[in-house]
């Protein structure tokens, strides 16, 4: 039985702003488009299964914490250095590239809450 709707919802999110962003990432050349990406296919896929299959379990709850530090972390690593202003800020799309990294950041911060917090549940025994 589902305990954990908010946790689930979140990581869900957390998945297609990922996806969004990686594409993104593809188009605008920051990353090769090429078999190399089958990685994050398959990091997709078990994150997805924690989030689907595994989500009562310490696993499930795992799995979710990793992705949503993951998550996170993909805003920290584009907004610090150059961050998003000049070329990127002017580019296509602009909007929704930033959007995406905001949305992800929100999204991925309240999984590793949720999920954390999901863990010192079970570890204490206490009801979810």
Known sequence: MRHNVPLTTASLLSIV???????D????????GGVVNMVGVLI???WLYGTLALADRRSGHVIMLVGGLLGAAVPVIHMTGAGLGGAIARSSGA???IWVLIALGVTGTFSVILSARGLWSLRSGQPR
């Open 95 to 97: 909007f929704f590239f």
């Open 25 to 32: 990432d593809i188009i605008r050349g920051m990353s090769p």
């Open 44 to 46: 997709f896929v078990v």
């Open 17 to 23: 702003f990922m996806t969004f962003h990686l594409t």
